[in-house]
């Protein structure tokens, strides 16, 4: 991948940014610490990968930005491609990816979603992120991860980085695998064990049907006998309870005319009275007459006052309006004439007060000049007040400074002190971890085996299940056989019936013949029946225990999950608790340090000896803030004849005023009472309300003679109700006459009807006491055959059990050999998957490729490591070293019980000798560090199948002196032409000036800026 052009837009410290890596070959990206540096090298993971070092998605854009884009142009293998990448804040991103063209256009490549496109473009560079950072990428701060870790880590590392964790998932599959087929053998086993036991009671089962079948025979005679004498009772029985059920008709006809007569007797003696109301109703025809007159005309004297009643309102409410009005321009001028007294009053105050403050005029004088002298005091005071305040500033804030200096001391001592206490606490819990993670390995062992039978559990449950529907169609289909059965059996029962197969005439021969066939097959079906409906219960049973052992067994490994996140955070713990001791003894000295300042204040010493100083030279000036105070609060005290003064000045200017304003009040006054009286005589108000007042008289509505009329309408009132019964009266007197006649008719019909039912009902008790009743003896017969039905079920359900057991026994022998040969193939398998798992393991593959790995990665370690140390240094890569051997009795057998241990230790050749790594320090370590850096970043190039074509080297010389700089510019020149590009970012200016191209990198108040330099 090469760098073409890169352009930023909000993302961490750049707003607007720009840069062309056309011509660039060899590059330095110099600038300050923080002005942005790693963050253009960055822009260019998080626009390919969606990577960068921030915490959170959006903390890449940049602050006060609401969105962030980064557009990256590249070249590989000969094509040139082109990636955008957006974020908006809080919100989703998009992804585009082209390609160049013939014509110098781009063409989209985008998919449909960020991450098919991501895929897309990890394909085609054949390089993910954790590749990236790992080869082309030095980043800042890790350059030396993988040479910090201790010898038995460096294999896990280096494992990481050439991606054999996929071997690690091959072989925890195999060991599943391997584990299932186990288990499943030793299932096969106890299964086959079982059968073995079962197919020994093949001939106990063939004597104890035979037997089953002779008693189910005769029953079925005897049951035949006694179904056919209890048809005969039945046929009897059904001919009683028609007669009966006519009975019952015929009596709930009777009491229906019954009812019917009772209720006509009612309707007629309603009738009845009546027309006795009506008649007394119309006798009455003339007084009611006379009485709804009079109500009509009370009704037009009650209309004509009403008349009058409304005019007289109308009036009432004009009057109340006018003098309403009147009486609000009095008020009006009464206020303005109390107005204009309350200010005459006013006045007259004023001029008392404005007389008592001229009276003082001699005694404010006096205070003036004594506020004078008090004012040149406090002027001399506040000039030596300017001259001390600076020093009495700048010792507060040395003061200030001291405590605080105190303060961070006795704070980072808390912290110091509680950090003890933690990891003290935290050594303390070590042995008890491990005890924990022993204690959860064994559990989560433990689980695995259950989850493994559990599978096998689902597994037979799924064969009962698919056994059961077999036997529930094979159920289905003799139900419908017996029914036809029964159906030709019916059939044939009829006179004369005819064959139900070919519809032909039968003589008695012939239909005993079919009679008996047909009985034979649905006696066979009944059977095969209730051997299913055996076979279906004996299905569920099992299926439900399996169902209970599963939920069991699920119950049990509900914590499975919880348990080995459980073993990941113990084990982390444990790990992180074995450099608690190193730290705990660091902390403890740096506390000592701690306690030995503060107590002999040996702090500050810069800022003590300052402010000791300033208080000598304060002391010369002899300057008292409490003689300031005194003579500061002397000029306030007297401050008051100022302000008296000016009242003094303000009385005699009102006095002139007062003197011009009582006059024109007064006589405003006067003018307000003569209008006063021309309103309540004289205006036009006044005559409209005496005209108004006078046509209310020439009304002459009383109220209490309208109140008379209106109860007089109201007591007369009822005779118009009584008129309108009487018209209605008059209209219904022909139709209740009619209504009786008819109702009389229907009481005679109903009567000569009801006659008649009785002599039938009397004929029919008479037939149903010369038949016998045979129910007694139908229930005998059915309970007879309803106990020989439980034991010919009995019998049927145990010869179905047993025919059920004897083709069950067939089909265990089947199977029986069937599951001889799984067996031997899972203990097959078993050993396929153990062998694999072996080989995928850490001691197999793994560590083979790591073996084959190391002798590359030494040699090219080398190589570069010839450039920057002058052929001085030599490494070499240590995979195993001897551990502790057992006590022997000679060295010779010392040596050979000694156990060979995993490590991954470096060893260093130099002119004084060879040394681990770990014993170096300095400009030689990082030279080191880079060297095996700089190999691995080629061998993992080369494994991914793509060439590295970029390097960057991030902040990765502050420990190099003059001649280890030199020698690192000299080795990264000499390595150029293996690279098409080379990037180093650094802010050393003696590095900085070796390279003739730099990117100088600046931050503004604009954000980071760029600018190239050649």
């Not at 991606?163 to 299964?191: G, H, I, N, P, T």
Request: proline share 1%.
């Amino acid at each position: 991948m090469i760098p073409i052009q890169l352009t930023l837009k909000n993302f961490f410290s750049y707003r607007e940014a720009s840069l062309d890596f056309r011509g660039l070959h060899t590059a330095c990206i110099c600038g300050a610490n923080g002005a942005g540096k790693s963050s253009l090298l960055e822009a260019i993971t998080w626009a390919i990968w969606g990577e960068s070092r921030a915490a959170t998605e959006d903390d890449v854009i940049n602050a006060g930005a609401l969105e962030v884009r980064v557009d990256f142009v590249f070249q590989y293998n000969q094509q040139t491609y082109r990636v955008i990448r957006t974020r908006q804040k809080g919100g989703s991103g998009s992804l585009e990816f082209q390609i160049e063209t013939s014509n110098n256009n781009f063409r989209s490549l985008t998919e449909k979603g960020v991450r098919a496109t991501q895929q897309l473009i990890t394909g085609h560079l054949k390089l993910d992120y954790d590749t990236f950072i790992n080869s082309a990428y030095l980043r800042q701060g890790r350059a030396d991860e993988f040479m910090l870790r201790r010898p038995n880590e460096r294999k896990q590392i280096l494992a990481d980085l050439l991606k054999l964790d996929q071997y690690e998932v091959l072989a925890e599959q195999a060991k599943d695998s391997s584990r299932q087929f186990k288990a499943k053998a030793e299932q096969l086993d106890l299964s086959l064990q079982s059968i073995q036991t079962q197919l020994q009671q093949k001939e106990a089962i063939a004597l104890q049907q035979s037997e089953i079948e002779t008693q189910l025979q005769q029953l079925q005679q005897v049951q035949e006998i006694d179904r056919q004498q209890l048809q005969q009772l039945q046929s009897l029985q059904h001919q009683r309870q028609t007669w009966q059920q006519q009975l019952t008709w015929q009596r709930q006809q009777y009491q229906n005319l019954t009812q019917d007569c009772d209720r006509l007797q009612q309707d007629i003696a309603t009738n009845q009275r009546q027309q006795q109301q009506l008649e007394s109703l119309i006798a009455q025809e003339s007084q009611i007459t006379t009485g709804y007159t009079e109500y009509l005309n009370l009704q037009a004297t009650e209309e004509a006052l009403a008349g009058k009643f409304q005019a007289y309102q109308d009036a009432q409410q004009q009057k109340q309006q006018l003098q309403q009005q009147l009486t609000e321009k009095i008020n009006e001028i009464n206020l303005q004439i109390r107005q204009k007294q309350a200010k005459l009053e006013a006045l007259s105050q004023q001029e008392a007060e404005i007389q008592e403050t001229l009276n003082k005029s001699a005694e404010i004088t006096t205070a003036l000049e004594q506020l004078q002298r008090s004012r040149t005091r406090l002027a001399q005071l506040d000039k030596l007040q300017l001259n001390v305040s600076p020093l009495l500033q700048r010792r507060a804030n040395l003061q200030t400074e001291i405590n605080r200096a105190q303060a961070r001391l006795t704070a980072k001592l808390e912290e110091i002190n509680s950090s003890v206490s933690q990891l003290y606490n935290q050594s303390v819990r070590q042995p008890q971890l491990q005890s924990r993670v022993v204690q959860v390995d064994t559990q989560i062992e433990q689980l695995e085996k259950k989850r493994v039978y559990q599978q096998r559990v689902q597994e037979k449950g799924q064969e009962r299940r698919n056994l059961q529907e077999r036997l529930q169609e094979n159920q289905h289909t003799y139900e419908r056989q017996i029914a036809e059965l029964t159906q030709k059996l019916e059939m044939l029962k009829t006179p004369d019936a005819s064959c139900p197969l070919c519809d032909r005439s039968l003589d008695e021969h012939h239909w005993n013949h079919v009679v008996e066939k047909t009985q034979t097959q649905q006696q066979e079906a009944q059977q095969q029946y209730w051997v299913i409906r055996e076979q279906l219960a004996e299905c569920e049973r099992q299926r439900e225990e399996l169902r209970q052992e599963y939920r069991q067994l699920s119950q049990e490994l509900a914590v499975y999950e919880s348990l080995r996140e459980q073993r990941g955070e113990l084990a982390a713990q444990l790990q992180a608790s074995s450099e608690v001791q190193v730290r705990l003894q660091q902390i403890t000295v740096e506390k000592e340090l701690l306690e030995r300042s503060l107590t002999i204040g040996n702090y500050a010493v810069d800022l003590q000896d300052e402010l000791q100083e300033l208080d000598e030279y304060l002391q010369e000036l002899q300057y008292d803030e409490k003689t300031h105070a005194l003579a500061r609060g002397e000029a306030e005290r007297w401050r008051w004849a100022e302000i008296k003064q000016a009242q003094l000045k303000d009385a005699v200017r009102r006095q002139g005023l007062l003197d011009a304003q009582k006059p024109e009040l007064l006589g405003k006054i006067a003018s307000l009472e003569t209008a006063l009286i021309e309103l309540q005589t004289n205006s036009e108000l006044a005559q409209k309300l005496a005209d108004v007042q006078q046509g209310i008289a020439e009304l002459n509505y009383e109220r209490s003679h309208h109140n008379i009329i209106l109860a007089s309408l109201r007591q007369a009132q009822s005779w118009q109700f009584r008129y309108q019964e009487l018209n209605q009266a008059k209209q219904q007197y022909p139709e209740v006459g009619d209504r009786i006649t008819l109702l009389n008719q229907s009481l005679q019909e109903r009567l000569t009807n009801q006659q008649g039912i009785n002599h039938q009902i009397e004929a029919m008790v008479n037939q149903l006491a010369e038949m016998a009743d045979p129910t007694g003896e139908i229930r005998s017969l059915e309970q007879q055959i309803q106990q020989r039905r439980q034991q010919l079920d009995s019998y049927i359900a145990n010869l179905g059990r047993l025919q059920h057991q004897k083709s069950q026994i067939e089909t265990l022998q089947t199977q029986y050999e069937l599951q001889q040969e799984q067996l031997q193939e899972f203990k097959r398998q078993f050993r396929i998957y153990d062998e694999l798992s072996k080989a995928f393991g850490k001691n197999g593959i793994q560590a083979l490729m790591i073996e084959n790995v190391l002798p590359q990665l030494e040699a090219e370690t080398n190589n570069i490591l010839s450039r920057l140390s002058g052929n001085q240094l030599h490494v070499q890569f240590v995979t195993q070293k001897a551990g502790k051997s057992t006590r022997s009795r000679s060295a010779k057998a010392s040596v050979k019980n000694a156990k060979l241990i995993d490590t991954l230790d470096i060893l260093i050749a130099d002119a004084s000798g060879t040394r681990p790594y770990e014993t170096y320090s300095g400009g030689e370590a990082f030279r080191i560090n880079f060297a095996i850096r700089l190999a691995l970043a080629r061998m993992l190039a080369q494994r991914s199948g793509t060439a590295l074509q970029l390097l960057i080297v991030d902040e990765g010389f502050g420990t190099q002196d003059q001649e280890g700089c030199d020698r690192l510019i000299a080795a990264i020149n000499a390595i150029a032409s293996d690279f098409a590009c080379i990037l180093t970012v650094t802010h050393m200016p003696q590095f900085k000036e070796a390279f003739q191209t730099r990117i100088e990198v600046r931050k503004t108040n604009n954000g980071s800026q760029l600018s190239l330099l050649t």
